[in-house]
């Protein structure tokens, strides 16, 4: 660890928090319907929108309303992408003549895209041709996204409101989402993209001639566009199988930079938005300080573990931390946080590969997914799912001094502490579930590529990222076959809506509810005693759900290391 990859992150934390109150205060007013300025543009594309679509704008949904919705919206998108995919051959904007896409990865991308997890058993270059890159992943990379800040913003009126039947409107939040705010933001965000380098055309590959003479295709795309959207809506999803690692979608150390601002921007907002809309700012920074202590812990670890890098090199007398699976432009410091980064979010992206790293340098990502990508998290997602942890908090709050506890005005009772818990639930149920079932099935363990404890890490890397919508992986893991297809697109698809559809009970619940007013018995939620106690909790109920099966898997490698034994890579 040096100064220079200190400063990198503290400069990092500084970006994200200048961001946080404008765009909190930005997106506050978007949602709220009032004017911005874009309006003057954006405000009849609007109208034109719900004239469109049949949507009386000035009429709310109650929970329920709202949560069917959003579950038909997507299961158009599923339609849509399916049907591009299988008939991908077809369609024009394919200079490379892609195949269509066979049945079962077809229905595991369709899961995965509009589950805003972007797994990927393919590699983008060499499987989707442009149209299917443009009108069906980063068509449904903006949808994804928009739905989960509005779910966000429905669980934050939930506890704004009082005595409330509805939560918004979700025709009309998903609208103003996408025009207002995620739109304005890529347009100008893919601009700064293509001036680091970042291809933007629809020109067919490119053959380049090597120094040593040979003959090199050069694959080419609409990139920046995706790439936009991919970081900004916590996508991850790659236009190439590299990611952003790949040179012609992270070019310079300076577009890694915004590239990881644009992945914690908004959920780091929405905090704000949260502040704002319960009535006190406060409220807000304290569950970002929450989740900052949460993101501080595993960029110390993670930098710590892949600077001091691995002990077979180091016993060789090869200095100079673990470079294995790392680009140069980037280094130790910009890989590590960037791990980090994307893993607190539910991004994805990766800018190194997480199958290379040390055991305790991979195990932080793993564990911000099992705490359900809360720190941070991904665009609204991550806000809602802080909030659960909030519940089960307070909760906790009041046992100790034996009353009913409150939070921002809304008692918290048994129906809002059972919707809590079930939705936290969920994610262990599928984590541990297919992979225990991946361990003992030979079809599912001849996809590991390496044995011993590091092929255990690969399985259950590869449940825990689907199950919590990132999408990133351990890259040793054959996962396109129609096992982990299918197995991984039911773990998407129950990560994603079966925890919406509690969470979105909870934010009827509480809208219902009456406000009461803070007594001298109030637990304060602003200050460094909640904090602490919604961090300890956090952690708490991780580690009763999580880490003593989940995170097994490093550790053994890391002893097992430690010991002058190798497992294969992160070993």
Same mark, same amino acid.
Not at 10 to 36: K, Q
Not at 347 to 366: K, Q
Not at 386 to 399: E, K, N, P, Q, S
């Given at each position: 660890?040096?100064?220079?990859?200190?400063?990198?992150?503290?400069? #990092?934390?500084?970006?994200?928090?200048?961001?946080?109150?404008?765009?909190?205060?930005?997106?506050?007013?978007?949602?709220?319907?009032?004017?911005?300025?874009?309006?003057?543009?954006?405000?009849? $594309?609007?109208?034109?929108?719900?004239?469109?679509?049949? $949507?009386?704008?000035?009429?709310?949904?109650?929970?329920?309303?709202?949560?069917?919705?959003?579950?038909?919206?997507?299961?158009?998108?599923?339609?849509?992408?399916?049907?591009?995919?299988?008939?991908?051959?077809?369609?024009?904007?394919?200079?490379?003549?892609?195949?269509?896409?066979?049945?079962?990865?077809?229905?595991?991308?369709?899961?995965?895209?509009?589950?805003?997890?972007?797994?990927?058993?393919?590699?983008?270059?060499?499987?989707?041709?442009?149209?299917?890159?443009?009108?069906?992943?980063?068509?449904?990379? #903006?949808?994804?996204?928009?739905?989960?800040?509005?779910?966000?913003?429905?669980?934050?009126?939930?506890?704004?409101?009082?005595?409330?039947?509805?939560?918004?409107?979700?025709?009309?939040?998903?609208?103003?989402?996408?025009?207002?705010?995620?739109?304005?933001?890529?347009?100008?965000?893919?601009?700064?993209?293509?001036?680091?380098?970042?291809?933007?055309?629809?020109?067919?590959?490119?053959?380049?001639?090597?120094?040593?003479?040979?003959?090199?295709?050069?694959?080419?795309?609409?990139?920046?566009?995706?790439?936009?959207?991919?970081?900004?809506?916590?996508?991850?999803?790659?236009? #190439?199988?590299?990611?952003?690692?790949?040179?012609?979608?992270?070019?310079?150390?300076?577009?890694?930079?915004?590239?990881?601002?644009?992945?914690?921007?908004?959920?780091?907002?929405?905090?704000?938005?949260?502040?704002?809309?319960?009535?006190?700012?406060?409220? !807000?920074?304290?569950?970002?300080?929450?989740?900052?202590?949460?993101?501080?812990? !595993?960029?110390? $670890?993670?930098?710590?573990?892949?600077?001091?890098?691995?002990?077979?090199?180091?016993?060789?007398?090869?200095?100079?931390?673990?470079?294995?699976?790392?680009?140069?432009?980037?280094?130790?410091?910009?890989?590590?946080?960037?791990?980090?980064?994307?893993?607190?979010?539910?991004?994805?992206? $990766?800018?190194?590969?997480?199958?290379?790293?040390?055991?305790?340098?991979?195990?932080?990502?793993?564990?911000?997914?099992?705490?359900?990508?809360?720190?941070?998290?991904?665009?609204?997602?991550?806000?809602?799912?802080?909030?659960?942890?909030?519940?089960?908090?307070?909760?906790?709050?009041?046992?100790?001094?034996?009353?009913?506890?409150?939070?921002?005005?809304?008692?918290?009772?048994?129906?809002?502490?059972?919707?809590?818990?079930?939705?936290?639930?969920?994610?262990?149920?599928?984590?541990?579930?297919?992979?225990?079932?991946?361990?003992?099935?030979?079809?599912?363990?001849?996809?590991?590529?390496?044995?011993?404890?590091?092929?255990?890490?690969?399985?259950?890397?590869?449940?825990?990222?689907?199950?919590?919508?990132?999408?990133?992986?351990?890259?040793?893991?054959?996962?396109?076959?129609?096992?982990?297809?299918?197995?991984?697109?039911?773990?998407?698809?129950?990560?994603?809506?079966?925890?919406?559809?509690?969470?979105?009970?909870?934010?009827?619940?509480?809208?219902?509810?009456?406000?009461?007013?803070?007594?001298?018995?109030?637990?304060?939620?602003?200050?460094?005693?909640?904090?602490?106690?919604?961090?300890?909790?956090?952690?708490?109920?991780?580690?009763?759900?999580?880490?003593?099966?989940?995170?097994?898997?490093?550790?053994?490698?890391?002893?097992?290391?430690?010991?002058?034994?190798?497992?294969?890579?992160?070993?």
């Amino acid at each position: 660890m040096t100064p220079n990859g200190l400063i990198q992150i503290a400069l #990092f934390c500084l970006v994200v928090l200048v961001l946080t109150r404008p765009l909190g205060g930005y997106m506050t007013r978007v949602f709220a319907g009032e004017r911005t300025f874009l309006s003057p543009v954006l405000a009849p $594309v609007e109208k034109l929108v719900y004239r469109l679509g049949g $949507v009386d704008a000035s009429r709310e949904q109650h929970w329920l309303t709202y949560t069917l919705a959003m579950l038909l919206f997507h299961v158009g998108g599923f339609l849509l992408l399916y049907a591009l995919m299988r008939v991908q051959d077809l369609l024009p904007f394919n200079p490379q003549g892609m195949a269509a896409v066979a049945p079962d990865l077809a229905f595991n991308t369709a899961i995965s895209f509009i589950t805003n997890t972007n797994w990927q058993n393919y590699g983008g270059e060499s499987t989707m041709g442009y149209l299917v890159q443009m009108l069906g992943l980063t068509h449904q990379n #903006f949808l994804s996204a928009a739905t989960g800040i509005v779910l966000g913003m429905a669980l934050i009126r939930g506890f704004s409101r009082a005595s409330a039947q509805t939560v918004g409107n979700f025709w009309v939040d998903i609208t103003r989402c996408t025009l207002y705010v995620l739109l304005p933001i890529c347009v100008v965000f893919t601009l700064v993209l293509v001036w680091q380098g970042i291809p933007q055309t629809l020109g067919p590959y490119v053959d380049a001639e090597t120094l040593e003479g040979g003959r090199q295709t050069l694959a080419l795309g609409p990139v920046a566009s995706q790439v936009a959207i991919k970081m900004l809506g916590t996508n991850g999803g790659g236009f #190439f199988n590299a990611n952003a690692a790949h040179p012609f979608e992270n070019p310079t150390a300076l577009s890694n930079f915004l590239q990881m601002v644009s992945i914690f921007a908004l959920g780091a907002a929405l905090t704000n938005v949260f502040g704002r809309m319960v009535g006190n700012e406060k409220q !807000g920074w304290a569950i970002l300080a929450a989740m900052g202590v949460l993101f501080l812990a !595993g960029v110390a $670890v993670t930098y710590w573990a892949e600077a001091a890098g691995t002990p077979a090199l180091n016993a060789l007398g090869l200095s100079g931390g673990n470079m294995e699976g790392k680009e140069l432009r980037f280094g130790i410091v910009a890989s590590a946080l960037f791990a980090v980064v994307t893993t607190a979010a539910s991004c994805g992206a $990766v800018n190194a590969m997480h199958d290379s790293f040390t055991a305790l340098g991979g195990m932080i990502p793993l564990i911000n997914m099992e705490l359900g990508e809360i720190i941070v998290g991904g665009v609204g997602a991550g806000l809602y799912g802080m909030l659960l942890f909030v519940v089960i908090t307070m909760f906790v709050a009041g046992l100790m001094v034996g009353r009913t506890p409150e939070y921002v005005g809304k008692k918290i009772e048994a129906k809002e502490v059972k919707m809590a818990m079930l939705a936290i639930l969920i994610l262990p149920l599928m984590m541990l579930g297919w992979t225990a079932v991946a361990t003992v099935l030979p079809s599912a363990v001849a996809s590991i590529a390496n044995p011993g404890p590091h092929g255990f890490s690969e399985i259950l890397y590869a449940f825990t990222s689907a199950t919590a919508n990132n999408g990133s992986a351990f890259g040793g893991l054959t996962g396109n076959t129609f096992f982990y297809n299918l197995t991984l697109a039911s773990s998407m698809f129950v990560g994603r809506f079966l925890m919406i559809v509690p969470a979105m009970a909870l934010a009827g619940a509480l809208a219902a509810k009456k406000t009461v007013p803070a007594s001298a018995g109030t637990f304060p939620t602003t200050g460094g005693l909640f904090v602490g106690l919604l961090v300890g909790v956090i952690l708490i109920v991780g580690g009763l759900t999580f880490f003593p099966a989940l995170s097994l898997g490093p550790i053994v490698e890391h002893l097992a290391a430690a010991a002058g034994q190798s497992f294969g890579a992160g070993g």
